[in-house]
């Protein structure tokens, strides 16, 4: 099992940043890709980026492309995404999850592959 706790979030102006943390406890020591997904009001829970284990595969869902940046500290099993020209439509609830994996160099964007979810973070962006 794997427990994960969401913080970082909260409300900002269109063009702010913000840097979002997942810790992980419990079972730690295997590998385990991570990815953060969103969900706004009214809609579907999306993908937004993943990292492998190993640091070395970042997927970005394309709306973040160029202003999200994930990346991890196993040291600390903090996983982070630094959210860079916030945009008003980047406003939802943001999770993380893992996906415990035999191979540490992989990441993928299917959420019904993540078995271990974080509770949710606030992000709101005001125009």
């Known amino acids: 099992q794997v427990q994960l706790v969401e913080s970082g979030g909260g409300l900002v102006q269109a063009g702010d940043s913000l840097r979002l943390s997942c810790a992980a406890s419990?079972?730690?020591?295997?590998?385990?890709?991570t990815g953060w997904f969103r969900q706004a009001p009214g809609k579907e829970r999306e993908f937004v980026a993943a990292?492998?284990?190993?640091?070395?595969?970042?997927l970005y869902t394309d709306s973040v492309k160029g202003r999200f940046t994930i990346s991890r500290d196993n040291a600390k099993n903090t996983v982070y995404l630094q959210m860079n020209s916030l945009k008003p439509e980047d406003t939802a609830v943001y999770y993380c999850?893992?996906?415990?994996?035999?191979?540490?160099?992989?990441?993928?964007?299917?959420?019904?592959?993540?078995?271990?979810w974080g509770q949710g973070t606030q992000v709101t962006v005001s125009s």
């Open positions: 999850a893992a996906d415990p994996s035999f191979y540490s160099d992989y990441a993928t964007s299917r959420i019904s592959e993540y078995d271990y």
């Open positions: 990292i492998s284990w190993s640091a070395g595969n970042t």
């Open positions: 419990g079972r730690t020591s295997s590998n385990y890709a």
